[in-house]
């Protein structure tokens, strides 16, 4: 018998999971949505397919309930859900920071939650979605998930004391290489390229290397080293970034977002 899934919060993430489900094959018929704003209900209906609902109603008649709203509302939005959701339905969620235990605390005593830490990436399918289960979510929960979430992008499975360092590298991990980007676009112009042409070398440049990094199998150290030819350019530029503490930088960098995620996790938002 086909599960029925409700996206509540169905912003840009939401609709990303919304459209690969479908792409998956999952009917549109199957699948709620649950929105602020009757415009934005009403342009998904019209693209999908879907059928907008409350969250009231989304938490009746919904085998999977998955939570796509932002940290601070999910307070909120489980206050809604509670007193209509039995242990027997299946939560996730992809709110960063949130802990299935806070979740769990706030429904019907039992009910499975798996936690998800997706990236914006999503968006492109080529998303990475952390996952990690409750308390109360075996692994035929865990399957649930990694088949929504699988449908754009990558998925892997971590016990959930991971998800804070998961978040800072992963969910964060795309802005930091835009900002890379945007620092290597300025270099460019001060060398003298316009600005189209020093962002079409550098994009070019991060999608094969990434994609080097992928199917190669090679540690990054010796993929660096093939560029590296003795007194050259590379060379000179890595004396550089050395010099000027990037390694480090960026170390701090992942531990500040990692305690950030922490703090949301205690309601400091």
Same mark, same amino acid.
């Given at each position: ?31 709620l ?28 008649s919904?085998d999977? %309930? ?6 601070? +509302?999910?307070? &909120?939005? @489980? *206050?809604?859900?509670? =007193? ?15 802990t ?8 019907a ?22 996952i ?5 979510a ?9 088949s ?7 998925? %892997? ?6 998800q +804070?360092?998961? &978040?800072? @590298? *992963?969910?964060?991990? =795309?802005?930091y ?9 300025d270099a ?10 020093a ?6 440049a ?55 995620s ?8």
């Amino acid at each position: 018998m086909p599960q029925t899934v409700a996206v509540l919060g169905t912003g840009k993430i939401g609709e990303a999971l919304l459209s690969g489900m479908i792409r998956a094959g999952w009917r549109p018929a199957d699948l709620l949505v649950t929105t602020r704003r009757t415009e934005r209900a009403e342009k998904l209906r019209t693209r999908y397919g879907v059928k907008a609902v409350t969250n009231a109603e989304a938490a009746k008649s919904a085998d999977i %309930l998955i939570l796509a709203v932002k940290p601070q +509302d999910m307070s &909120t939005l @489980l *206050s809604e859900l509670a =007193p209509h959701l039995t242990a027997d339905r299946l939560v996730i969620s992809a709110a960063a920071g949130i802990t299935t235990g806070f979740i769990e605390g706030s429904l019907a005593a039992g009910t499975p939650v798996v936690r998800v830490m997706p990236n914006t990436p999503v968006l492109v399918d080529e998303g990475m979605s952390v996952i990690s289960a409750g308390s109360h979510a075996t692994g035929e929960h865990l399957d649930h998930a990694e088949s929504i979430f699988g449908g754009v992008g990558k998925t %892997l499975r971590v016990p959930e004391s991971q998800q +804070d360092a998961a &978040t800072a @590298l *992963s969910g964060s991990g =795309p802005a930091y290489f835009y900002f890379l980007v945007e620092a290597m676009t300025d270099a460019g112009i001060l060398l003298g390229l316009p600005r189209a042409q020093a962002h079409d070398l550098i994009v070019q440049a991060a999608i094969g290397a990434a994609v080097m990094l992928r199917d190669s199998g090679e540690h990054p150290v010796k993929l660096r080293e093939a560029v590296t030819s003795p007194a050259g350019t590379t060379i000179s530029a890595i004396r550089e970034l050395e010099n000027h503490g990037v390694r480090a930088a960026l170390i701090a960098a992942l531990e500040a977002a990692r305690d950030r995620s922490r703090e949301l996790a205690t309601g400091n938002g």
